[in-house]
């Protein structure tokens, strides 16, 4: 049955890749080039889904063992938490634009570690309608006489386009990154954007005129909308501005916050800590279960979103602090605060041994670490394990599906 699927999907895909290169390139010569039958046409060069190309199940089989590898000497480790529909999951889709060698407008990702654009209409793992919604923008570039960015002569106008999609409110946000805040025509651009595509609900102009690697700048303007779009999950309304993180797989975000608060144990009277809170998503969601929840994140956009969004939701017992979380954890220890739980979700690289410093001087009686990188994960649980704490149960889930990435719960406790 899976192979009969992979082989459809081979089939789809191969075809729609071929129309988007003669599309994008206007040329025949790059179909014929085309590389033998496989799920992605692009996944080799993009590099992108490493593992798009195996089934579903041998891929947990392989983020099984990996986690397993690096984690079952702290605990053991549960069986991987898969998808039902592990396709075009992404609710956050990002398309960079440029020139070919042939000057005609190309649009798709950045080949892996480098800037050279490899052009795709399609892809497994993105929003179909966000796919939908950039080709019809690069379709209107010529008729407006819109340039894409140069990065090495510095002319033109659109670097990237971003479109983010609410899950369960089908809300969705365009946002137009330009590396001027000059954007001829805009309004006709907006309304011709909005005539084939109804169903946007908020347009944004993002202005990044850096040389940089970031795809979005500092300064924005709403072109049409509210600015932001708003999802659900676990039963909360969140607002998402095209800055905020949100994570990009909502399905699989749920069960993963739900573990996370199950790990956590609480009973209503407990005080949590939710540091890189971010938009304030787990902390939320536990306050359902703890007496107070205590939020803190150095990004001050994510802080605005998480004190609309407590407010929103009515959720009383949670207060949001704009500051570095190792720090505020210092002072709370300094202040012999007591904290029942703390909630850490850091970035790729882990925490640094400043933060992990200041949360065994806090030392609460449990620690939920949300991971998405064993490795770091395992580094940061050896320190942790000798300050005193003992990893109890490790859940891995499947977050990215098609890739090597995967995210898992560990639950400490003190010992």
């Not at 749920?254 to 540091?275: F, H, K, M, Q, S």
Request: proline share 4%; with cysteine.
């Amino acid at each position: 049955m899976q192979k009969e699927k992979n082989k459809d999907w081979s089939d789809r895909h191969r075809a729609a890749r071929k129309k988007s290169i003669a599309q994008q390139t206007g040329g025949a010569a790059a179909v014929q080039k085309e590389r033998k039958p496989e799920v992605c046409p692009v996944s080799r060069t993009c590099g992108g889904c490493q593992y798009i190309e195996l089934p579903y199940k041998k891929q947990l089989k392989k983020k099984q063992k990996a986690v397993e590898e690096l984690l079952s000497g702290f605990a053991e480790v549960e069986p991987i938490i898969g998808m039902e529909q592990p396709y075009h999951y992404r609710n956050k889709v990002s398309a960079a634009f440029a020139l070919d060698r042939k000057g005609h407008v190309i649009s798709g990702v950045y080949e892996e570690g480098s800037h050279r654009v490899v052009p795709t209409d399609h892809c497994l793992l993105e929003n179909e309608k966000a796919d939908e919604i950039i080709v019809t923008i690069r379709g209107l570039l010529r008729s407006f006489k819109i340039k894409v960015y140069d990065e090495d002569s510095g002319y033109g106008l659109l670097r990237h386009v971003l479109v983010r999609t609410g899950h369960a409110t089908g809300e969705i946000m365009v946002v137009l990154v330009t590396a001027s805040p000059v954007f001829p025509s805009k309004n006709n651009f907006i309304k011709a954007l909005r005539e084939r595509h109804p169903e946007i609900t908020t347009i944004v102009q993002n202005v990044n005129g850096r040389n940089t690697s970031m795809v979005l700048g500092e300064k924005e303007h709403v072109l049409y909308g509210k600015g932001y779009i708003e999802d659900i999950l676990c039963g909360k309304r969140f607002r998402i501005s095209p800055r905020s993180f949100y994570q990009v797989n909502p399905v699989q975000t749920e069960i993963l916050y739900r573990t996370a608060v199950r790990y956590a144990g609480c009973t209503g009277r407990e005080r949590a800590l939710d540091a890189y809170c971010g938009t304030g998503t787990i902390g939320m969601i536990a306050a359902d279960h703890a007496g107070e929840v205590i939020g803190v994140e150095l990004n001050g956009d994510a802080v605005r979103d998480a004190v609309t969004n407590a407010k929103r939701n009515g959720v009383k017992n949670i207060s949001f602090y704009q500051k570095d979380a190792g720090q505020f954890m210092c002072q709370l220890a300094q202040q012999k605060a007591k904290i029942d739980v703390v909630f850490m979700d850091p970035p790729r690289a882990g925490s640094d041994e400043a933060f992990l410093t200041a949360l065994s001087r806090l030392s609460p009686k449990r620690v939920v670490y949300v991971s998405c990188n064993p490795e770091t994960l395992r580094r940061d649980l050896l320190f942790l394990t000798k300050k005193g704490y003992k990893a109890e149960k490790i859940q891995p889930v499947d977050m990215f599906p098609g890739t090597v990435h995967v995210e898992s719960v560990v639950k400490l406790v003190r010992k």
